[in-house]
């Protein structure tokens, strides 16, 4: 370990945006919060797009605020964000419009249509990603369906984090954990996967040659360095870019025995692994391989999060009724125990236009008590989300033979430590819940490391268990949980009937 050092780390999220001070003082971090703005889809007409010179600007903004306050040159700065999402440069390095939204329709029933060409079982094989329909891999296809100018156009792809870090450095990568969000990536060769873009046709130019977590692209721009306010140029380094493998990195203790649970808008639960599960059994289960900050693999499965409930919060706002996160936390608490459940992954559940009667139509159809006061809505989400929890933590110990003992949770949901503990009850193991920060921290984590600030990864986890707080969490005994658990995998068995979807 070496002397103190001043890091930026831009965390982009689906919500907001943060610009972060993370300082390393030669054996612990500390952060503090430079800049925050707010992030979202814009509707254009019939798309939904992300407004990436908006995020630009904030990003800059978030570097002069940094200066303004008499911050010292730093010795890196990294960008993380999340997966499957992309820009599209011309010949002369110009955007080819916003990026789309992965929420956006265009993807709707398009891997029924895709998987004509190359099947479900075939593509994971191909690339160890499980489908999604918001995957890089049908965005594309839709482009091509749709024969898209823009595609016709590009001559390079930039992931979202890897846009942003083009326009810092002027250098077009792909950073390896973001690849592996795109279902385009091939895990095993460790290149892009030439089975699966010849059989869409997809352009082989638009890829970038794929770096590895803590590889220095080079210098910030002149006229970024000048724009901001900064004296001399420093690093602009390709970290875990894809912020779940930033989150991951910044765990403490996550051995063989632990389960990761990166908790927020998205739930994405699993292990850390050297090399991808391509087996029948991971492929059915709906796991996914991607990849670690190590070089190594996540093996993990998508889950809807607290979106539910956020968006549950959209619609009672509509309708004048208002409720602040921990006024629905409360309420849930004193809300009967285990009176209805819903499927969080359900299809039905994933872009409604009223969540709340989509929830509401999910319980009434497959025969449980409709939620009705908030308290029974939130408490209906939060059990069935530690329930969800707790049925990939089995299949992941049944495919891989492991003996997963402690749930270590990071992101916003750590915070919640209502469903922290719920989520201890229903799975009956030990939550470990922390850091909050983690994205960012694991984004800074890897710049020290790049910069021989740190020596490794292993060096770097051991600082940051020095450097946080973690909240601890015993699972409560008794047959209750256990017989509830029983009922919530009726209740999703009824939900997935073919009458039901």
């Known amino acids: 370990m070496t002397t103190a050092a001043h890091f930026l780390a831009v965390d982009l999220g689906a919500s907001s945006g943060r610009v972060m001070d993370c300082r390393w003082d030669g054996s612990r971090f500390s952060m503090q919060q430079i800049h925050r703005f707010p992030n979202g889809g814009v509707h254009f007409g019939n798309s939904l797009h992300w407004d990436a010179l908006r995020m630009w600007s904030e990003i800059q903004n978030g570097l002069r605020l940094y200066r303004a306050s008499g911050g010292d040159t730093p010795c890196g700065i990294g960008v993380d964000a999340w997966g499957v999402d992309f820009g599209l440069l011309d010949e002369r390095d110009r955007l080819l419009g916003n990026p789309y939204h992965y929420r956006d329709a265009r993807t709707k029933g398009l891997p029924e249509r895709v998987h004509t060409v190359m099947g479900p079982r075939e593509l994971f094989r191909a690339t160890g990603g499980q489908t999604m329909e918001i995957n890089t891999v049908f965005q594309l296809a839709s482009m091509i369906f749709h024969r898209d100018r823009q595609l016709r156009n590009a001559y390079a792809l930039l992931m979202i984090p890897d846009l942003f870090q083009f326009l810092l450095s002027g250098q077009k990568r792909a950073e390896y954990t973001e690849a592996t969000t795109t279902q385009l990536y091939d895990l095993q060769a460790r290149s892009w996967s030439q089975a699966t873009l010849a059989a869409f046709q997809l352009p082989p130019r638009i890829f970038q040659a794929v770096v590895l977590p803590g590889t220095i692209l080079g210098s910030l721009l002149p006229a970024v360095q000048a724009e901001c306010g900064f004296a001399r140029p420093f690093p602009c380094i390709a970290v875990a870019s894809h912020d779940t493998a930033s989150a991951v990195a910044a ?8 389960v990761f649970l990166s908790s927020g808008t998205w739930s994405l639960m699993g292990i850390a692994a050297h090399e991808p599960n391509l087996s029948d059994d991971f492929f059915r289960g709906g796991f996914t391989n991607e990849g670690a900050a190590d070089g190594g693999v996540l093996m993990l499965k998508n889950l809807t999060g607290l979106w539910i409930l956020q968006e549950c919060v959209h619609a009672w706002d509509a309708a004048g009724e208002h409720h602040a996160w921990s006024d629905l936390e409360a309420a849930a608490q004193k809300a009967t125990a285990f009176r209805s459940f819903i499927d969080p992954s359900a299809s039905a559940l994933q872009a409604p236009a009223n969540m709340l009667a989509a929830v509401r139509d999910s319980c009434a159809h497959s025969g449980q008590p409709v939620p009705g006061t908030a308290g029974e809505m939130a408490r209906c989400i939060f059990e069935s989300l530690s329930f969800s929890y707790r049925d990939a933590i089995e299949s992941l110990e049944r495919i891989t033979g492991r003996t997963l003992r402690t749930i270590r949770v990071v992101g916003g949901g750590s915070l919640n430590r209502f469903l922290c503990q719920m989520t201890a009850d229903a799975c009956g193991r030990e939550v470990v819940a922390g850091p909050v920060e983690a994205a960012a921290l694991g984004n800074a984590m890897l710049q020290a490391v790049a910069t021989s600030h740190l020596k490794n990864l292993e060096e770097g986890r051991a600082a940051l268990g ?8 015993e699972p409560a005994s008794g047959a209750a949980w256990p017989d509830a658990y ?16």
Request: aromatic share 6%; charged share 30%; net charge neutral.
């Open 251 to 258: 765990i403490p203790a996550l051995d063989q025995s632990s």
């Open 466 to 473: 020095e450097s946080v707080e973690c909240q601890r969490y």
């Open 486 to 501: 029983e009922r919530y995998k009726a209740a999703v068995a009824r939900c997935r009937t073919p009458e039901i979807a």
